[in-house]
């Protein structure tokens, strides 16, 4: 595949459509996080990795759009194979029932992926996905969960509620800021939308992407960082409001964004409008904090390889924990490979025995790491940084250690 058909550079802010995006970080080129690859000499296509934010409204942003068809179309990703979110989806289905629904009301989740959150709701409540991909959708409907393979856009609402009313809730959980066609979303959500209906969405925060230099969740896939105001930007131009804002400790920082139609009532609540106040006071409409997290980000690079590369003198051997598409990010950015860690470690079957996007890192099993343990591991998904060392133990009691690179480079 050409270049050129892989993705486009983009001027125009996805939530203002003014041409007022200012860059603030260039991560380089790379393969998309995701693209693992079956051998290690397959062709793959290095895209531009930068990100901007814009004037007007303080959206940031990425400055290039790759064509969906590229990153989702034999997705590698199954939500069900992370246990920590198991817990979390649950209670977001328990949430949404109990604040919104009455049996035989309608879910429509956007980007359902294998049904993992649509599974948590109750028998008496309808549910319909509608994902992309067509691997994980028919893992969904294996699950009993009915799945639109189809990118959610305004013809799919529209057939959507043609055939099955109105939806009184739609969810979009970590979603939304893959999407480049923010209005086009935004089109659809209006059409299908019960007049008193909820949109609840799940984005990563900006605010905690910032704070905690997680320059590593910043890729191809997720062409958007929302802020309480820039989303709020957003559903304005829709006739909607942001009614309220949890904040979930899920995935490094997560917002969990209650939308309603303004002609529906309802102000929002104390949370939402203290959320708006921290991001102005954290200066977020301007452009010192994006110009200090580049800063942070380039040394916590620094850090990282200097680190790896006196433990390699040293004779000692390191692998990657985990081959998220977030470590991917790292180690391209990094330029950490072959010459550093052994290989790459993962629970998700259909990524071992795959070489790593860019840096082209055998994937193993974790049984690789636990027969033969190495003296260092580096946490690639640091989000699970618990979870991890508790799994872990008898690794780290005979001496073995994890070096966590986010959000500072540490030894543990
Ligand atoms: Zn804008």
Request: hydrophobic fraction near 40%; include cysteine.
């Amino acid at each position: 595949m050409d270049d050129a058909a892989t993705y486009q550079r983009v001027d125009s802010c996805r939530v203002c459509h003014e041409d007022a995006l200012s860059p603030f970080l260039d991560l380089g080129a790379m393969p998309p996080a995701n693209a693992f690859l079956d051998a290690p000499d397959d062709q793959e296509t290095a895209i531009p990795l930068e990100v901007v934010v814009c004037e007007n409204c303080s959206h940031v942003q990425l400055q290039h759009t790759v064509d969906p068809e590229v990153l989702f179309s034999d997705y590698h990703y199954f939500s069900s194979a992370s246990t920590p979110l198991l817990d979390h989806y649950g209670d977001y289905a328990e949430t949404v029932t109990d604040r919104y629904l009455d049996p035989e009301d309608l879910v429509v989740e956007i980007g359902s992926n294998d049904g993992v959150l649509l599974r948590q709701f109750g028998p008496e409540i309808e549910t319909l996905g509608v994902d992309p991909a067509e691997n994980v959708a028919e893992v969904a409907r294996e699950h009993g969960v009915e799945t639109i393979t189809s990118l959610f856009d305004p013809s799919v609402a529209r057939q959507i509620r043609e055939e099955r009313g109105a939806a009184q809730a739609i969810c979009a959980n970590n979603v939304v800021g893959h999407v480049h066609d923010l209005h086009g979303l935004m089109t659809g959500v209006d059409a299908l939308l019960a007049d008193d209906g909820v949109f609840v969405v799940e984005v990563p925060y900006l605010v905690d992407l910032l704070s905690n230099h997680q320059f590593d969740t910043i890729y191809h896939e997720h062409i958007s960082y929302f802020s309480v105001r820039s989303f709020r930007r957003l559903v304005e131009r829709f006739d909607m409001q942001v009614l309220d804002v949890d904040r979930v400790a899920v995935q490094g920082g997560t917002i969990r964004l209650h939308v309603g139609r303004t002609s529906a009532g309802g102000s929002p609540t104390r949370m939402a409008t203290d959320l708006g106040r921290l991001e102005l006071a954290m200066g977020l409409d301007g452009m010192a904090p994006y110009e200090e997290f580049a800063a942070r980000t380039e040394s916590i690079r620094d850090h990282l390889t200097t680190l790896l590369g006196t433990l390699g003198e040293d004779g000692s051997r390191i692998v990657g924990y985990g081959a998220p598409a977030k470590g991917n990010v790292l180690l391209n950015y990094c330029d950490v490979g072959t010459e550093t860690l052994e290989y790459l470690t993962d629970t998700t079957p259909t990524k071992q025995g795959t070489y790593s996007p860019g840096m082209h890192l055998p994937v193993r099993s974790p049984e690789a790491f636990r027969e033969d343990p190495p003296e260092y591991a580096l946490m690639l998904p640091w989000n699970f940084q618990e979870a991890i060392l508790e799994r872990e133990t008898a690794f780290r009691e005979d001496g073995g250690e994890f070096v966590v690179p986010i959000p500072y480079v540490n030894v543990v």
